[in-house]
């Protein structure tokens, strides 16, 4: 394997980004795996993200096996195992990021035009065969999105992996809540690598600072990035800021490989199925797995994903990848494995959709409409939980879900969580390995109910699209209707189990989450993981010098209020 390491290449408005190649030894022509991302190309993985390559490789030996991990990086694709098979790596540091000076804006439209710059870069190189695959992670998978849609003409195939396409309502705010999981991983995992951050990160193969050789005062550093948490606090609606990062996915023509993870409510899940969705591409592909959010892209399931895809489109192997259905499900137990299956369409083309109506008087989830009823809940509260009847048969639930609710609240906004659970015949809360945290219920759902008016034109009976373009304050005591979108699950139930929802004030708590922490992630994983909504200016009662006083929010259920949830039900 051959190594250029800090190879500079010139963008179109004259700046100069930093690459490191790894390629084949020998005059020989490579298609090219390129990821442009904001977290170090010098920073090991292992050291970058202890805890998370230690539990990685603990739970996954395979993952360490078979490469020296040397060159492992964050989210991006170990060259020890594709240089081998026949391609290029190619790592670049996004502009004020690592070993690229300049201003570091992540997402933003001159940050989408350097990754355009980049792919044309790689694609006329002596050693490319022309041929250039985006593949990556999270911040290395949404950026793909965005430039996809302006056409390199050397982009040949991207390989989605655990990525938003929608900025504001996947990456800042959920239902119009915002989250505080931006900030947070900003500050940690962006600003710490920030180009010129002299904070001793040195490349343990180059010996060389990962931030660069340039040392900028405090003042400096700060003048240049922007504030992203700072900015998504003040753009509270989905306004120019976020258009200009949310693609229109219409555009992409490029082969596409979308692969989203059951448990990435929060960032990623939602992003990488309305992507398959909305994408032109006339060849594109759907695959759902679970586990945690690293997984999968470096098991040999994932890898060997990858290299079907990206062998068949960027060296025109004919190995049978466009002969398969479009939709490559894991589908979900109740106990933690996952059983493969395949399907022409998403949503699924022989699902059953079935409404259960909600029940304050019982706590229930009814197939007919109950009598009316009321239940008022403290917005900090325990919420309000209603169950489905125990089945003697299985029960499947693998798709979109949808809830219409009838609320009223004692101020003048009700800010709705809901949270789709599991109960063993004992009574036990089942809970799942999320994409971060190891404790998460199967699907949630968020919504401000200031925010609750519909985009007809773009809202589905299973996913409603709130345009999120103006608060609409609520009168203290008046009942109004609102329906809240449930992100995508895969369920499988055997007889004696229940599912239940939750409808409360805030962030899903598991009870017996315990301690558990990520050295890249701020807080405890308590069941939401990162994904949390305790901002003290979008959310006063979180203001700990001055809080609001809790709301007090009412749900009417059955007569002329026929709350429901509709249920993607498959049949086995």
């Not at 309502?169 to 931006?182: A, C, D, K, Y």
């Not at 489109?313 to 589908?331: A, E, M, S, T």
């Not at 259960?356 to 008087?361: G, M, Q, S």
Request: a negative charge; aromatic letters at 10%; charged letters at 20%.
């Amino acid at each position: 394997m051959l190594v250029d390491w800090d190879v500079p290449i010139t963008m179109s408005d004259g700046a100069v980004l930093r690459a490191d190649v790894f390629r084949p030894a020998g005059d020989v022509q490579a298609p090219v795996l390129l990821s442009h991302g904001p977290y170090g190309k010098g920073l090991a993985f292992q050291e970058g993200y202890t805890s998370a390559w230690e539990q990685l490789v603990t739970g996954h030996p395979e993952v360490a096996e078979g490469s020296s991990n040397r060159f492992q990086n964050w989210e991006v694709a170990d060259p020890e195992r594709w240089v081998p098979l026949g391609y290029a790596c190619v790592r670049v540091d996004t502009r004020g990021t690592g070993r690229s000076p300049g201003f570091l804006d992540p997402f933003s439209p001159q940050e989408t035009q350097d990754l355009y710059d980049c792919i044309e870069w790689a694609g006329t190189q002596a050693w490319s065969t022309g041929k250039v695959g985006l593949s990556g992670i999270s911040y290395y998978a949404m950026n793909q999105w965005q430039v996809g849609v302006l056409r390199p003409p050397h982009l040949a195939a991207i390989c989605v992996w655990e990525g938003s396409c929608d900025h504001y309502r996947e990456v800042s705010h959920h239902g119009g809540i915002l989250t505080t999981f931006t900030r947070n991983w900003y500050e940690m995992q962006v600003v710490s690598v920030q180009h010129g951050n002299d904070r001793g990160l040195v490349s343990a193969v180059t010996g060389q600072r990962v931030t660069g050789d340039d040392a900028l005062d405090e003042d400096t550093l700060r003048a240049n990035r922007r504030d992203y948490g700072a900015t998504h606090r003040a753009h509270a609606f989905d306004d120019e800021y976020y258009a200009a990062q949310t693609p229109d996915l219409s555009l992409l023509e490029v082969p596409l490989l979308s692969a989203g993870n059951w448990g990435g409510a929060g960032l990623h899940l939602r992003g990488n199925v309305e992507g398959f969705l909305n994408a032109g591409s006339q060849q594109k592909w759907l695959e759902m797995h679970g586990l945690g959010h690293w997984v999968e892209y470096y098991t040999k399931y994932g890898r060997d994903l990858q290299q079907r895809f990206f062998d068949h489109f960027l060296k025109g192997v004919d190995n049978g990848w466009d002969d398969q259905p479009p939709i490559l499900l894991r589908v979900r137990n109740a106990d933690g494995t996952f059983e493969d299956r395949t399907a022409q369409a998403w949503p699924l083309p022989d699902t059953e959709w079935t409404e259960f109506y909600l029940d304050a008087t019982r706590g229930e989830l009814t197939p007919g409409l109950p009598a009316a009823a009321q239940v008022t809940y403290d917005e900090l509260g325990e919420g309000v939980t209603f169950e489905l009847a125990t089945s003697d048969q299985t029960l499947e639930i693998t798709g979109p879900s949808a809830m219409t609710l009838y609320v009223s609240s004692d101020t003048d906004d009700a800010d709705l969580f809901v949270v789709v659970r599991v109960f063993d015949p004992d009574g036990c809360e089942v809970t799942f390995p999320g994409a971060i945290d190891p404790n998460s219920p199967p699907a949630q759902g968020w919504l401000r109910a200031s925010h609750r008016a519909l985009d007809p034109e773009r809202s589905l009976p299973y996913r409603p699209f709130h345009p999120h373009q103006v608060r609409e304050p609520l009168v203290p005591g008046e009942v109004y209707e609102v329906d809240v979108e449930i992100w995508p699950t895969s369920l499988v139930l055997p007889p004696g189990y229940r599912l239940a929802v939750t409808v409360q004030g805030h962030d899903y708590e598991y009870a017996d989450a315990g301690d558990r922490t990520l050295s890249n992630i701020r807080g405890k994983l308590r069941g939401s993981g990162p994904f949390v909504h305790d901002d003290p200016v979008d959310r006063p009662v979180y203001d700990t010098t001055d809080p609001a006083p809790a709301a007090k929010i009412t749900l009417r259920t059955g007569g002329e209020h026929p709350a429901r949830l509709l249920l993607p039900i498959i049949p086995r």
